[in-house]
């Protein structure tokens, strides 16, 4: 199934106090890793090491963009993640509004739009881009998304792609109601999906702008999957895969996974 493209019915908006700290930011690079944070010190100590060892240097960037934290996030990057960008924004936009707003500032071919609580593996960039790369009809990329702390099952809100029911109910490949499958590499092939979480999402940069990015009125990234698919086109799962860290608070659209090859 191929979703037509279409342009959102929002605008994104230029913010005048935005601060962009440029020390290590070279948007010459193909590809942007974008990490929206706010007062998540701890969560990007934690899972960012694994993103700046897989991800490679030569061709990507790591930027963090700022939602306006009132912790010491921005000193702790600077001392000790100093190859890390980062975009200070001047205050918390929320997930949608929030990347809208940081990808303003990002000219690279490629941006994945990266929860702060995902672990990525060597590797973990590959096939999402090959996929890109050949099909210039592709705007954007999910790969499957397996839960951080049970890395052989697939994560409650991503999982391998979204679908829809007839009666609008949302599910996954991997996971259906409250049942979530163990991934044995059912899911490895790609597919057309309805819709994709913005978890860990590979997207052309152009095309975001071009449609206006996410919708601001989802203020939490929980709601932002069904509304992925319509504005960006077509979405393929990959056999790829992250692993996503689970709080105690109700499944939202947390999606991470561990990128390897069977």
Not at 49 to 66: K, L, M, N, R, Y
Not at 114 to 129: K, M, Q, R
Not at 144 to 160: L, V
């Amino acid at each position: 199934m191929k979703v037509k493209l279409q342009k959102s019915t929002h605008n994104m908006k230029t913010n005048e106090n935005f601060q962009l700290s440029t020390f290590n930011f070279q948007p010459d690079k193909r590809l942007a890793v974008v990490i929206l944070n706010w007062n998540g010190r701890a969560l990007m100590e934690e899972f960012l090491p694994s993103v700046v060892a897989c991800t490679p240097g030569e061709w990507a960037d790591v930027i963090v963009a700022d939602n306006g934290s009132t912790d010491d996030s921005i000193e702790m990057l600077k001392t000790k993640f100093p190859t890390v960008g980062i975009i200070r924004l001047d205050k918390n936009y929320g997930f949608a509004e929030g990347y809208n707003q940081a990808l303003k500032h990002i000219g690279h071919e490629y941006t994945v739009l990266l929860n702060s609580d995902v672990e990525v593996t060597p590797g973990w960039l590959d096939a999402p881009i090959a996929a890109l790369d050949a099909d210039k009809t592709i705007a954007g990329v999910q790969p499957k998304i397996r839960a951080q702390r049970n890395k052989e099952y697939f994560e409650y809100a991503g999982a391998a792609g979204g679908y829809m029911d007839r009666y609008g109910y949302p599910y996954c490949r991997g996971r259906v109601l409250h049942v979530v499958e163990k991934d044995a590499g059912q899911y490895d092939t790609p597919a057309d999906l309805l819709w994709a979480t913005g978890a860990c999402l590979f997207v052309r940069t152009a095309t975001y702008k071009e449609v206006g990015g996410l919708d601001a009125g989802f203020f939490a990234f929980g709601f932002l999957l069904l509304n992925i698919a319509p504005v960006m086109g077509i979405i393929t799962a990959q056999r790829a895969a992250v692993n996503i860290k689970c709080h105690n608070n109700p499944p939202l659209s947390f999606k991470i996974i561990d990128f390897f090859q069977n």
